[in-house]
């Protein structure tokens, strides 16, 4: 978007633009036929220019459709200009003190006109490497970072405000990934754009390249184990005959954690479990099926580790950017890459489960599992059978080492 | 959007529909005089019809802008429909065999035509209460979470692609509300929607309400740390004076972890401090400056520390959701959440400022701190301490208790 009548300025061409933008020259008093223009981008990606009047100064940054330090070689999409922008209004509105004013945007031209921070501000890069001690540093920093962090996280927004500015905010994708590139990939492995002290530091990059423990670390960093998950795959969200298996209603879906959905399913196995005394009768006493569904936990479980590590086998070479192949590069490494999500991810499902479970016995929705006994005493029994088990699953989750106990301790609890 | 053209269907009106639909008359081999219209939605929130006809048979599926359990009284978008169709698509081309299949989708109408799964299918929790064994089922389903998970994953997806999706989901927010609501909160507090087996489990739900460490788990099932982040929060985005600090250069903002914000200002802190000894000479040591880094890492920390959890304290009867006053209702367990999210706050900042570190001496940009220092050998030396303080830092992590200590282990590997 937004391509039609970008152009790149220079300082004569901004004078122009100055001239017919209300919202800048105003800034400079409308003093614009002596206007000193200066281009400082020293950064890696923009063009800057401090523009200032006899009255008045500011500063105009230009976003250009590659990376400046890199060239043209390099594209980068010049609407980052618009994160920028709106990021500068929203930290600015939460914390004026230390965010400059912007005063105008035009997202056409990519272009922000904002407060010229005039000296003796310098970068702090530059004031630390010539030794100058900033006495009010800490307590600035420290007031931006939780006026920012916290007024726009879900501590004080709600859930509809996050979502909304969390999906405008993945327009800013490809910043998104170069950071991922740059801070979580790169360094890595073997790259073209890494740079070192050379030979000095040969074996010390050659060391991080080989650091199994290190690389583990900035995987759990750099990674989300999310995807498109169903959201309420619960048992009356799949319909079966005894040779076909069929999900269904996934209306809930979104992009979540991965355990919400594997819970879902196996918690709702759980409660089937413990209704079950609630239905047996002379006839039956459900012994046997109460085995078969323990079993058919277990094996849910089994297979699923089974399957989803064997997809991430055969597509390991695949495109997916969580585990770069090129930086989980041996077999050992990726052993451990793969039981480490699969343990997160296996008490992930235990936590989603137990929270399923609850909420079905002490919240809104009910379960015709339970519903069905109609004696309300024998219903009761069941439920809180299955209740106190559950809160000993959320609370103890990470004791489990595997499936096999949570089954036993669903036997042992209930023999 | 798209409420212009909607209108409920009734048996009659779907006929009609069908009879104007060639994606749906088609399924029923265009015998459309003598349709069979049976509505048997059961489900908490639609009407499902099932039409057949003597060659054929479909399922169509209505969202209505409520809840359909509950009524009018309880409004819910009817663009869950779409979410359900996008869902279901992706879903079925992913895992075709356990997804029935969509004839068609029509947004303005929120309906989807699809696959009439046929008798014996059932619903899997009507087998579950009626003792049926499906021996096939944990194959089933497992397959179907391991394909469905595993592809929309970031294990398989480019983060581009992953973003783009994520962005769409997040239009799902009045459900991902819905359930965030029903899931983690309602449950743990008094809701009048909350439904029990009373007076049988009146004290089991109190003592839901009343345990705090249930409450805890349950909070970091449901929260995500995420807020506008600044993205590139490094000593060359800030300008100072001695009373003035100014943030600059969001570019890079999304919705992220708030460690990487917090993590790059103090890694760039710590890289400032390792390279003053390139930066020494006769006149000055740099002795005191590197106390004074230090120092200002400490209270950065601390400062965020206090202000962040004030403004917490300030606001906890606000509007944010990530923990509703009502179930964290007591000072203890606010203290204790907010611990225990500090906690992690602390070793995520730990963990991002150690890739910011590592990332600025083996990968593509470097910086000034080092690169000014022109004896290469000295450069190396400076940069190799920083090097391994930040290897270690990120896999060691979570054994510092406060930053203190993370401030005496530079100084004590330094001096």
Redesign the interface.
């Known amino acids: 978007m937004a391509s039609e009548g970008f152009r790149p300025l220079d300082e004569k061409s901004l004078v122009e633009y100055i001239k017919a933008t209300p919202s800048l020259s105003s800034k400079l008093g409308n003093e614009l036929d002596d206007l000193q223009i200066k281009e400082v981008g020293d950064?890696?990606?923009?063009f800057v220019y401090i523009v200032s009047s006899p009255s008045g100064s500011l500063v105009a940054k230009q976003?250009l459709p590659y990376i400046r330090c890199i060239g043209e070689s390099w594209p980068m999409t010049k609407e980052?200009?618009y994160?920028?922008a709106?990021?500068?209004k929203?930290?600015g509105r939460l914390c004026p003190d230390?965010?400059?004013e912007v005063y105008h945007f035009d997202r056409v031209m990519s272009l922000i006109g904002m407060r010229y921070?005039e000296p003796?501000?310098?970068?702090?890069?530059?004031?630390?490497?010539a030794?100058i001690?900033?006495?009010?540093?800490?307590?600035?920093?420290?007031?931006?970072?939780?006026?920012?962090?916290?007024?726009?996280?879900?501590?004080?927004?709600?859930?509809?405000e996050?979502?909304?500015?969390?999906?405008?905010?993945?327009?800013?994708?490809?910043?998104?990934?170069?950071?991922?590139q740059?801070?979580?990939s790169?360094?890595y492995k073997v790259?073209p754009?890494?740079?070192?002290?050379s030979p000095?530091?040969d074996r010390?990059?050659e060391a991080?390249r080989e650091?199994n423990?290190?690389k583990l670390?900035?995987a759990?960093?750099k990674?989300?184990?999310?995807?498109?998950?169903?959201?309420?795959?619960?048992?009356?969200s799949?319909?079966?005959?005894?040779?076909?298996?069929?999900?269904?209603?996934?209306?809930?879906?979104?992009?979540?954690?991965?355990g919400f959905?594997?819970g879902a399913?196996v918690g709702?196995?759980i409660l089937?479990f413990f209704?079950?005394d609630g239905?047996a009768d002379q006839e039956?006493d459900?012994k046997a099926?109460k085995d078969?569904?323990l079993?058919?936990i277990e094996?849910?479980?089994n297979?699923?580790h089974?399957?989803?590590t064997?997809?991430?086998d055969k597509?390991k070479d695949?495109?997916?950017?969580?585990?770069l192949p090129t930086i989980y590069n041996n077999p050992q490494l990726q052993l451990l890459v793969k039981q480490k999500f699969m343990k997160d991810l296996f008490h992930?499902t235990l936590?989603?489960g137990a929270?399923?479970m609850?909420?079905r016995?002490?919240?809104?929705?009910?379960?015709?599992?339970?519903e069905?006994i109609t004696n309300?005493?024998k219903?009761?029994?069941c439920?809180?059978r299955a209740?106190?088990f559950a809160?000993m699953l959320?609370?103890e989750?990470r004791k489990f080492q595997g499936i096999t106990e949570v089954v036993s301790a669903i036997h042992k609890l209930h023999s």
């Open positions: 950064g890696n990606l923009n976003a980052r200009a994160f920028e709106v990021t500068l929203e930290h230390h965010v400059p921070l003796p501000h310098i970068i702090l890069r530059k004031g630390l490497i030794g001690e900033y006495p009010l540093l800490a307590e600035h920093i420290s007031e931006y970072m939780a006026r920012t962090l916290f007024f726009t996280s879900l501590l004080h927004r709600t859930t509809t996050h979502k909304r500015a969390v999906a405008d905010f993945c327009g800013n994708v490809e910043l998104c990934r170069l950071t991922e740059v801070v979580f790169d360094p790259s754009h890494n740079r070192w002290t000095y530091l010390d990059v991080v650091d423990a290190l670390e900035v759990e960093l990674s989300m184990a999310q995807a498109l998950i169903h959201g309420d795959l619960h048992t009356g799949v319909m079966v005959t005894s040779d076909s298996t069929q999900v269904i209603d996934p209306e809930f879906a979104f992009y979540g954690p991965m959905d594997i399913f709702n196995l089937a209704a079950q239905h039956n459900r099926y078969w569904i079993r058919t094996e849910t479980w297979l699923f089974k399957k989803f064997a997809l991430w597509h695949g495109s997916g950017e969580a585990y992930d936590g989603f929270a399923k609850i909420r016995i002490v919240g809104v929705a009910h379960v015709e599992d339970f069905s309300a005493g219903r009761a029994d439920e809180r209740l106190d809160k959320m609370k989750r």
